[in-house]
């Protein structure tokens, strides 16, 4: 049987999904920061610690890098049935740099998951065993993305650059199939994204504790579609609105007293403000820096989905 090239014509841009995401940012990003918050909140949970979770999908995705650079994809329950993964030329100052921390952390970090039993270090290589998967296996974030990714579809079928919406189950299904190359582009796309984060907030716990403090303020205010300059601009509008400290640290799953000293300098550095409740909500300042960093993050959303709907679509 002759089996056929998928069409170029029916490709989507990354222009397109830009331009589609861009128009009705305050709808798609209410999917999108859900994700990302109830993602930040698992990887919390994981070990109580940002950094240690960082390595850990870092070297998983090390892994899946090297499925890909070798034309192999494994599903998802082959995947997380191995016993063993091992990843060689493991190396501390590849870590520190890649994730920006200092060799230090990051020598000590990797001790305390050696000790937790979620890896094993044998010379210069890492071996991720099968305790490592308890903490990393991902199926809520596979099947939050699908439906991350399908509410995309339905914005460019409104918008009439596609023909209809891809269902999250279809996603699911082909993620899950194809999981080692799908995955490899997610954390293609969260990798650098939570970096991102990391440089502005100098850490990422405080990332974690603002992105709170922020979607609990936008998303009450933006009720009408907004583009994604007016969105920003929604979001850090003086008004009245905000959330508790302990309202933050039971969605964080970070302990209170951390979370009152992070926002302590986050005031000092003028990025939230309290009211006379002791609610939190973001502080007008540095818009134009948060803009940049949103376009950024939305720019590796983009090539994300992009990606993952071409190989859907040329199916």
Sequence with gaps: MKSELPSLSNQISEDQIFNAINKN?????KVWFNFQMDWMQRSFQSFHDHDKYLIVIYLVHKTLIFYANNFLKLDFDTYYNKNLLEIPNFNIINISRDLKISKETARRKVLELEKLGAIQRKKKKIIL??????FQ??????????YLLSKLTETLSNNGEINKKISSKDIEWYIRKNFTYCWKLFFDMQIPLILNWKKTFNDIETWHIWGI???QKSFKNSSVSLNREKFMEDTFKEGAGGINAMSIAE????PRATVVR???NLSKRK??????????????TNVK???????SNTLLLVSFFCKIINLIKSN
């Design 213 to 215: 403090i922020a979607t």
């Design 289 to 295: 820096e948060f803009t940049n960093i949103h376009k």
């Design 25 to 29: 940012y305050s709808q798609i990003t």
């Design 262 to 264: 992070k926002i302590s």
């Design 271 to 284: 990025l939230v403000s309290i009211d006379s409740k002791k609610l939190y909500s973001p502080k007008k």
């Design 129 to 134: 065993n099968r305790g490592v998967f308890k």
């Design 251 to 254: 969605l964080t799953g970070i």
């Design 137 to 146: 296996r991902p199926n809520k974030s596979v099947t939050e993305a699908s």
